[in-house]
């Protein structure tokens, strides 16, 4: 049972199961990252956060993210800071470089302005790695100590919600056809997780794109015809994840010291509807019509955790709960079946 989208946790004895978090994505982990760039692309204002402690903070939700839940299921104190002002020895515990908007190729979400793409992402963790190496005294004790860190990495969902959807402001659904523009964002993705490992990632949880067509946005721009979402978006995009499974098989066989993991984003999609919300077509805040995204200041709903989606693309966060404990059992396994379903079982 969700509790007003509140995750009951134990307190974990001891240190967190992994020493660092590492975050790459866009907004659905995003944590303020956005705050201060010229980009629509924000979400560092009322009502977001409502069910926050801190209030607004730049995350794209009500409350906690995906990968906030996560970290607190790894036993971690605090959540993972936001590159744009993490700094200290508190980088250490990790860094999250998701930023609303981004994709795995550079041009994704232009349109609204500002984003920190995957790429970049990738210099800014090679920035926070040469200050972890200043700390720690050489390269050789930073790189046992990123080996030892975990990583997540949740891009494409962008890529295919601005960019080949956008027909009117890119070109590359002109230029290839589903499978070949799948192909296209692998062959880029994988240069960039081989860049993550030589940086010293050997834990990566890759997330797949989730199920796009059942976004609000989805089904009030296009109608569903009578499905239950969007079916098209659903399946152009699909060809991502069977490409990206493939990617995952390739580099746990080319690097066996790492462990690369495929986080199945349409499983946790199911997980979500089979959760029986009572409304999944409309979000919880009043949006604008041109983002997508909650009017600023306005009330939103009060019977929050009833609700799938936050705004027109964000899950609210007792939907992010949902995802957060699939994709935990899917990351670590043994833990999860040892350890926590006792406290699945409490919420």
Known sequence: MIHHGKIVMNKLHGEPQVPCYFIFGDSLADDGNNNLLPTLAKANYEPYGVDFPEGPTGRFCNGRTIVDILAEM??????????????????????????????????????????????????????TVSSIVSM?????????????????????????????????????????????????????????????????????ALFGVGMLGCTPN??????????????????????????????????????????????????????????????????????????GLCIPFETPCQNRSEYAFWDSFHPSEAANVISAIGAYSVIFPSEFYTRDKSLVAEL
């Open 136 to 204: 720690l005294g050489s390269s050789q004790s930073a790189t046992e100590y990123l080996n030892k860190c975990f990583y997540s990495v949740g891009m494409g969902d962008n890529d295919y919600i601005n960019n080949y959807f956008q027909p009117d402001y890119y070109t590359s659904s002109l230029l290839y056809t589903p499978e070949q523009f799948a192909k296209v964002l692998i062959e880029k993705f994988s240069q960039q997780i081989e860049t993550l490992y030589n940086y010293g990632a050997r834990k990566i």
């Open 218 to 291: 989805a089904i009030s721009v296009y109608g569903t015809n009578g499905s239950r979402c969007v079916e098209f978006m659903n399946y152009e995009s699909s060809f991502f994840n069977v490409e990206l499974k493939s990617l995952v098989d390739s580099l746990n066989t080319e690097k066996p010291d790492a462990t690369f993991i495929y986080v199945d984003a349409v499983k946790l999609g199911e997980d979500i509807m089979a959760a029986a919300f009572n409304v999944t077509t409309v979000g919880c805040c009043e949006v604008e019509e041109l983002t």
């Open 74 to 127: 790894m036993g971690f104190d605090d959540y993972i800071q936001p590159f744009a002002t993490a700094n200290g020895t508190e980088i250490l515990k990790g860094v999250n470089y998701a930023s609303g908007g981004a994709g795995i190729l550079n041009e994704t979400g232009q349109t609204a302005g500002a984003r920190i793409c995957m790429d970049e992402q990738l210099n800014n963790h090679q920035v």
